[in-house]
T-cell receptor, first 115, second 112 residues
Framework: DAKTTQPNSMESNEEEPVHLPCNHS???????IHWYRQLPSQGPEYVIHGLTSNVNNRMASLAIAEDRKSSTLILHRATLRDAAVYYCILRDWVRYGGSQGNLIFGKGTKLSVKP | DGGITQSPKYLFRKEGQNVTLSCEQN?????MYWYRQDPGQGLRLIYY???????QKGDIAEGYSVSREKKESFPLTVTSAQKNPTAFYLCASSTGGDNEQFFGPGTRLTVL
């Protein structure tokens, strides 16, 4: 199974950029890299996803290593509202017999943002 | 407003009782999912459904059952066979494929 490794926790100051790393050395060629975040006592929300090229959206940027064995989620200016658990996820084709859209969540990185 | 709703927000049950958690979406999504989250842990997939009248077991389906009679509804029943049912339960939906999943607010189930 493709799996990811993330630091348990990170701290950031408000209005500074945050780089959240993720290692996925066993990623397969067709696995997309997804990022979700979860605020306390809420359901996760989608942040961004990509395959090979770097991706940008209104929430964040995703930088993917050339060998795809690691990626970094970049929050350009952290706000207090960005304090959450961030999950780096690979879709697992094999486990679910090719069914699409199933996400395997790890423990994620708990991001704290200081004012 | 389009979205996904779960009810109730908090649920208490006695040991040995079955209980059904509701999940409704008006996003016209084909795929729906149920996850379980324990304190300090990530989410684990219980069941998923890619289309009406079809569903598949996830990683931890034992002690749970689901139905998908309508596109917008995917109720989860926690049966008495589930040994450790106290957890936070999350429902999600998507258009399928590699598209993002939209999550509901969750139901916190406590077994007394």
């Amino acid at each position: 199974d493709a799996k990811t490794t993330q630091p348990n926790s990170m701290e950031s100051n408000e209005e500074e950029p945050v780089h959240l790393p993720c290692n996925h050395s066993t990623i397969s060629g067709t696995d997309y890299i997804h990022w979700y975040r979860q605020l306390p006592s809420q359901g996760p929300e989608y942040v961004i996803h990509g395959l090979t090229s770097n991706v940008n959206n209104r929430m964040a940027s995703l930088a993917i290593a050339e060998d795809r064995k690691s990626s970094t989620l970049i929050l350009h200016r952290a706000t207090l509202r960005d304090a959450a658990v961030y999950y780096c996820i690979l879709r697992d084709w094999v486990r679910y017999g090719g069914s699409q859209g199933n996400l395997i969540f790890g423990k994620g990185t708990k991001l704290s943002v200081k004012p | 407003d389009g979205g996904i709703t779960q009810s109730p927000k908090y649920l208490f049950r006695k040991e040995g009782q079955n209980v059904t958690l509701s999940c409704e979406q008006n996003l016209n999504h084909d795929a729906m999912y149920w996850y379980r989250q324990d304190p300090g842990q990530g989410l684990r997939l219980i069941y998923y459904s890619q289309i009406v009248n079809d569903f598949q077991k996830g990683d931890i389906a034992e002690g749970y059952s689901v139905s998908r009679e309508k596109k917008e509804s995917f109720p989860l029943t926690v049966t008495s066979a589930q040994k450790n049912p106290t957890a936070f339960y999350l429902c999600a939906s998507s258009t399928g494929g590699d598209n993002e999943q939209f999550f509901g607010p969750g139901t916190r189930l406590t077994v007394l």
